[in-house]
């Protein structure tokens, strides 16, 4: 075997070189703060919106004069969904980056072991999209969401399956995640409180990146179910809905937040088969008064801001404001002042409890038109 | 269980089985020729569901609305450009490694699988990708609710997959071409001395690979609708398990392979539980491993002196 030809050491030292001296240029005058998703894999749409978002509202404050002076550099994390590369990347965000503050992560799965990370470290995250209740229930003191929790959307779909859809027999299908799995089990909680659970006529879970959903559709058809709940994202949403559709089952179809993403329609393969599914969210970010401006500066520069996006732009909104309140980037300070303070977002007023839950959220539900655009239910 | 539901299960898993099958064929044959396996056999499978979506947007864009005339042209381009790339991944990622041991071109086919993924992502966003659902047609037996159904385009992933086997088996079995491919497989510096250009030979196995990883492509772009730059992933190693367990390096092995795969999965799943049918498909790969090494129809691997 040959050895490496000599110019080309030269040339990985060079670059070495290189990487750790831009690392070290301007580390005086700019707060580093990361941002940390699925940047790649099979779920990296989630993470292009935190980083759109986040770096359009870094732009946007760096452009009002920065944090108490000094201007904002974000840091990407890609954590691929999977909880080890998380742990792995907050890790290297804190150690190499030196971040202040890190917004993210996006699978709950992913979120609960990094959040330990960074609450040892005594830094403040706020997650724009992971509602599993585990994520703010561990007493970690500098960890907040931007989001709700699924023990509040899951029993607003039970309540909904029991009371107005009057479902007789729920199959109860999950990706075998921390975020798809926890809210499907909020969903049976609710309605073991009901006095429903015996209704439920099948619990399973899919795998994550499978297209074929046809066996378990065919499973349900043999189970006689009327109404499916669905836990997890939109990649798996749309084609479990198209099939359930193309095998002839006109059952009730319910999701939650994660699914409730117009990229469902294409993933689907046409509005044809998301008509008429609910899916349960927080109130759509577009459409809030105060988003209105940056709603159109985002859209303007080519990207439309669906999903988790404002909610990262809110969450990077919510650490500059405490910077900028508390004169400080120690975790327990800016979370101290968090929860006593309420911040002005791209979402509207944001306060928090003591455990790093907004105080604010209200679920409601949504349904699917035929032109493949989704309406908020009226009561 | 009823009826209509265990033949529903069959039908399910024979769809799924016959993809596995179509892209197993890639793993297979060069895992024959050059004793590698080329992990970057998956993303090409990938590639080849965009240029799909590429070709009939752009056929229905120039007003083409003849849709056997459009899946033609699709499938044709679709196999041309797949293809292509398959050559250029050899030439690239595996050609220069050829007198390397033999980790070197599997860390270089990871490496490509990497390049392929990312690449798409960075040049088509990584959201889901779509086709519009083109051919409704199903057909239905039996009456009322208890139906079992099978939809045109899974008639045609059968149908497909089991002519491209067949046109596939005689092309290695009858003709020069196929003759020149074996013997290479036997003896690569052998067939070289009697005069077989056996780095083309390598070339046009890739080549063929590529090609059916495109049928492949096309089918299931036209079935489930969507893809992600990531669809190669999981299905790539469900083709591969396929690949195994028929006998990796053997033809037929790949296509039974994939169909034993694909039914075991819709079966376990019906029958038993779906969160458990990867655990049983692959428990069914030890088992089949343990009592035949080499796989379902694999011949054991002969000591070269």
């Not at chain 1, 670059?15 to 990361?34: P, V």
């Not at chain 1, 099939?243 to 089952?249: H, S």
């Not at chain 1, 319910?254 to 599914?277: C, M, N, R």
């Not at chain 2, 005339?69 to 041309?80: D, R, V, Y």
Request: aromatic share 8%; with cysteine; proline share 4%.
């Amino acid at each position: 075997m040959d050895h490496p030809s000599f110019p080309r050491c030269l040339l990985a030292v060079a670059l070495a070189g290189g990487l750790s001296l831009s690392g070290l240029a301007g580390a005086a005058d700019t707060i580093k703060i990361g941002v940390a998703g699925p940047m790649t894999g099979g779920y990296a749409a989630f993470g292009e919106q935190f980083w759109r978002g986040a770096s359009q509202a870094a732009e946007d404050i760096n452009a009002a004069g920065g944090i108490n002076g000094k201007q904002i550099e974000l840091v990407k994390g890609d954590d691929a969904c999977e909880p080890k590369q998380a742990t792995a990347v907050a890790n290297r965000l804190l150690d190499q980056d030196k971040v202040a503050a890190v917004v993210g992560h996006f699978c709950s799965s992913s979120t609960i072991p990094a959040s330990e990370v960074y609450a040892d470290a005594g830094v403040l995250v706020i997650t724009p999209g992971s509602t599993n209740p585990k994520v703010t229930e561990r007493g970690l003191v500098t960890v907040f969401r931007m989001c709700g929790r699924d023990d509040q959307q899951g029993p607003l779909a039970a309540d909904f399956i029991v009371k107005e859809l009057k479902a007789k027999k729920i199959a109860v299908v999950h990706d075998k995640d921390t975020y798809g799995q926890g809210i499907a089990d909020a969903m049976r909680d609710r309605l073991k409180e009901l006095k429903a659970d015996n209704r439920v006529v099948l619990y399973e879970g899919l795998t994550r990146g499978e297209k074929d959903f046809n066996a378990l559709v065919t499973k349900i058809k043999a189970s006689g179910a009327d109404t499916v709940y669905f836990g997890g994202l939109y990649n798996e949403a749309g084609p479990l809905l198209r099939q359930l559709r193309e095998q002839g089952l006109k059952v009730n179809f319910l999701s939650g937040d994660g699914s409730l993403d117009p990229a469902i329609v294409t993933a689907a393969g046409g509005p044809q088969f998301v008509e008429g599914a609910y899916m349960t969210s927080v109130r759509e970010a577009r459409n809030i008064p105060a988003s209105q401006a940056v709603v159109k500066k985002m859209k303007d520069a080519g990207f439309d801001p669906s999903g988790f996006t404002l909610y990262a732009y809110a969450s990077l909104q919510a650490i500059a404001d405490s910077m900028k309140g508390a004169k400080t980037s120690d975790g327990a300070k800016l979370a101290k002042w968090l929860k006593s303070h309420t911040v002005p977002t791209v979402l509207g007023p944001k306060s928090w409890d003591g455990k790093g839950d907004l105080k604010d959220t209200s679920f409601s539900l949504f349904v699917w038109e035929p032109d493949g655009t989704y309406k908020e239910m009226r009561k | 269980m009823d009826w209509h539901i265990l033949a529903q299960q069959l039908v399910n898993g024979l769809t799924l089985g016959s993809i596995y099958g179509l892209i197993a064929i890639g793993y297979t044959m060069v895992y024959g020729i050059v004793g590698m396996i080329n992990f970057a056999h998956g993303d090409v499978y990938m590639i080849s569901a965009y240029v799909t979506a590429i070709c009939l947007a752009v056929l229905f864009s120039f007003g083409i609305d003849s849709l056997p005339f459009a899946l033609l042209a699709t499938l044709a381009t679709t196999m041309l450009i797949t293809a292509a790339y398959g050559w250029t991944i050899e030439r690239i990622a595996y050609r220069p490694l050829r007198g390397a041991p033999r980790l070197a071109p599997l860390i270089s086919a990871i490496g490509m699988s990497l390049v392929l993924q990312n690449g798409v992502q960075l040049s088509q966003g990584a959201k889901t990708q779509g086709v519009p659902s083109l051919i409704p047609a199903t057909l239905r037996f039996g009456e009322g609710n208890d139906f079992v159904q099978i939809t045109l385009v899974q008639c045609m992933i059968v149908v497909v997959s089991l002519t491209s086997m067949a046109a596939l088996t005689w092309l290695i079995q009858r003709t020069s071409l196929g003759r020149q491919c074996r013997a290479t497989q036997q003896d690569r510096r052998m067939a070289a001395i009697l005069g077989i250009d056996t780095d083309r030979i390598i070339s046009t196995v890739f080549v063929i690979g590529a090609a059916m990883a495109a049928i492949a492509g096309v089918l299931v772009t036209l079935n489930y609708g969507s893809f992600d730059f990531y669809i190669g992933f999981v299905t790539g190693i469900k083709a591969f398990t396929a690949a195994v367990l028929g006998g990796i390096g053997s033809l037929p092995g790949a296509m039974l392979g994939g169909l034993i795969l694909g039914l075991s999965e819709a079966l376990f799943s019906g029958m038993v539980n779906t969160d458990y049918k990867d655990v049983f498909a692959f428990s069914l790969l030890v088992l089949v491993l343990i009592f035949r090494p080499t796989g379902l129809l694999g011949k054991p691997e002969v000591e070269k002196v």
